[in-house]
């Protein structure tokens, strides 16, 4: 279809993609049904994409109660009747091919008596049912309902997996060449695609991540210029937990609203009617955006009962930028306060009290500046210069922590918990392991490429790795002193390589491309769980998926074999210099292989 032969523009298409080509494909069938169930308004369109994870099953896409909204007359209905009580299928919302679609026309004029149908559902590219890469899947469905399905305002909902940073399982698809996208990547997705709304005359108002672990700040700081607004969470999500009927629901009550204030630039109705009160369209937005966060969040108290905790929040992308330069100057102070012993000393107790999401890769903002404030409140240093120092960074945090607060005219509108586990959850959480990377294709090239780097949280995090890492166990002074073996030749040679050495040569590709052991096996990456952290104890991968000890799975997977890097900020090992005269008196191996 030609991109000028298109429906009329509706209020509103609503788009869900899911990213499905993996273990998440069977509990995402349920999220396909509860769309359908959700009714239907003549204003709003509603397409997924849906991605089976069984060999040889091409993706589908739906255009969900497309048939129902002929059947309707253009009228809208919101929910069905339980009477009588069947559940709904999507098979006549599939966008079939040539003679599937012959035979829905058939059927619908026959059963509306011979009136004439308009059923004219757009033919899908061969591509988007073949194998993409996520980058490209992504973005040819974009495209599809952007040119098919016009309207006024779009929301995106990408329900897969997440963990965007330093883990390679974003939109996670287990047989494309490429398995998985880059942050970088998904901003350069979501920037064309808003660069093509605005030549419409048309808003990209949300992009909803119903995935891990991905409310970051880099995240948000990097889909600066895509859309408005961004719904995410900081630590895990779960298939079902964001209610998707009562948020279609909530959206369709709201067409009418929204048509009325955005067609009021005069004192009457398109029909000629006075107008009562004029409503800002722009609030009225929000306002709709604040109650599907409410959904979101309402909708997870139940899984406290099953032992999951969760957070969500919802951030304005157009205010980002009020983070850049209180980050900036604390992140300044930070790198200083490295150099004194007792403020590195608060830095790291900060961070150990601070909440951690993801095998404590990821710490929240907010509570790490709340809790470095209190951290350097509470000492009395006997040196002034140190003294100014946490002075300077407790006035550094207060600056971080306004701009962090939630509120409805804030960078974070929104942002609450449930469950224990991230009752420290603020909203926005940063990229803050303990050690560096193991990935140097991530930390070297990917990271340090983010828009987030002019904040310079990268340049602290640099210097924090550094200041923090223990010596080597050779320049540790020990009073009694154990047996010790023979240092030989082998000894000498592997005693300077560090687990970052080897992870180097073993990285696949730029950034977003699988790990070395991962690409071992697609499959094994998911039918094995993460080792528990210290404060987080949750599974990395959506608790309902076939995964974990319970299917098979190691109990406790460590080593090589777990596919993450230690949060221990250790050095290469090493006894002391290879050219240390005490070793060599002790070691007659040493003298030999040493000896020019």
Not at 417 to 422: C, K, L, V
Not at 500 to 517: K, P, T
Request: glycine content about 8%; some cysteine; charged content about 25%.
């Amino acid at each position: 279809m030609p991109e000028t032969d298109v429906i009329p523009p509706r209020e509103w298409t609503l788009m869900f993609y899911f990213a499905s080509d993996n273990p998440l494909a069977r509990g995402i069938v349920s999220q396909l049904k509860t769309l359908k169930q959700a009714g239907f308004h003549p204003e709003a369109n509603v397409i997924v994409h849906f991605d089976p994870n069984t060999e040889n099953m091409p993706v589908q896409i739906f255009d969900v109660n497309v048939v129902n909204k002929i059947r309707s007359g253009g009228k809208h209905k919101i929910g069905f009747s339980l009477d009588p009580p069947f559940g709904r299928n999507l098979v006549e919302d599939k966008l079939w091919g040539k003679k599937k679609k012959e035979i829905i026309r058939a059927a619908l004029k026959k059963e509306l008596g011979g009136k004439s149908i308009n059923y004219v559902p757009p033919d899908t590219p061969a591509k988007m049912s073949g194998e993409q890469n996520p980058k490209d899947a992504l973005h040819t469905f974009l495209e599809f309902c952007r040119k098919h399905y016009p309207a006024r305002h779009y929301m995106l909902f990408i329900l897969a997996h997440g963990l965007v940073m330093d883990n390679n399982l974003f939109l996670f698809d287990e047989h494309a060449k490429e398995h998985s996208l880059s942050l970088i990547e998904l901003g350069s997705v979501l920037r064309r695609f808003k660069r093509k709304l605005a030549a419409q005359k048309a808003q990209f108002q949300l992009v909803s991540f119903h995935s891990c672990s991905m409310g970051a700040l880099e995240v948000a700081y990097e889909l600066q210029g895509t859309a408005n607004y961004m719904l995410a969470a900081e630590g895990p999500a779960f298939v079902g937990s964001w209610p998707y009927a009562q948020i279609l629901a909530t959206i369709f009550n709201t067409i009418g609203r929204l048509v009325a204030a955005e067609n009021c630039t005069k004192n009457e109705n398109r029909d000629g009617s006075p107008v009562g009160k004029k409503e800002d369209p722009a609030t009225i937005m929000k306002d709709l955006l604040k109650e599907v966060w409410n959904h979101c969040y309402i909708n997870s108290y139940d899984f406290q009962l099953a032992g999951y905790s969760l957070d969500v929040s919802l951030c304005d992308l157009k205010k980002v930028q009020q983070i850049r330069a209180p980050l900036k100057e604390l992140s300044s102070d930070l790198i200083r306060g490295l150099a004194d012993p007792v403020v590195k000393e608060r830095i790291l107790l900060a961070h150990w009290d601070a909440q951690t999401y993801w095998q404590e890769s990821y710490t929240d903002l907010y509570d790490f500046c709340f809790r470095l404030h209190q951290r350097c409140q509470d000492l009395e240093s006997a040196y002034e210069k140190t003294r100014t120092t946490l002075q300077s960074i407790q006035e550094k945090c207060d600056k971080v922590i306004r701009v962090l607060t939630s509120g409805d005219d804030n960078l974070i509108i929104r942002s609450d918990f449930t469950g224990p586990a991230y009752q420290y959850s603020h909203g926005l959480f940063v990229f803050f392991p303990w050690s560096e990377p193991a990935d140097r294709q991530f930390w070297l090239k990917e990271y340090g490429s983010y828009k987030f780097k002019e904040t310079s949280w990268r340049k602290f995090l640099d210097r924090y790795f550094q200041s923090t890492m223990r010596q080597p166990r050779g320049y540790e002074q020990h009073s009694n002193k154990g047996f010790e073996g023979r240092v030989g030749l082998d000894e000498i040679l592997l005693e300077n390589i560090t687990g970052r050495e080897i992870n180097c040569e073993a990285q696949l590709g730029r950034g977003g491309s699988m790990s070395a052991n991962r690409q071992r096996g697609n499959r094994s990456a998911f039918n094995r769980g993460a080792q528990l952290t210290r404060k987080d104890g949750f599974w990395p991968f959506d608790p309902g998926d076939p995964m974990g000890p319970e299917k098979g799975g190691p109990e406790d997977p460590t080593g090589d074999d777990s596919g993450y890097a230690s949060i221990k900020n250790y050095p290469s090992v090493s006894r002391g210099p290879v050219e240390n005269e005490e070793s060599r008196k002790q070691s007659p191996t040493r003298k030999l292989v040493t000896k020019k």
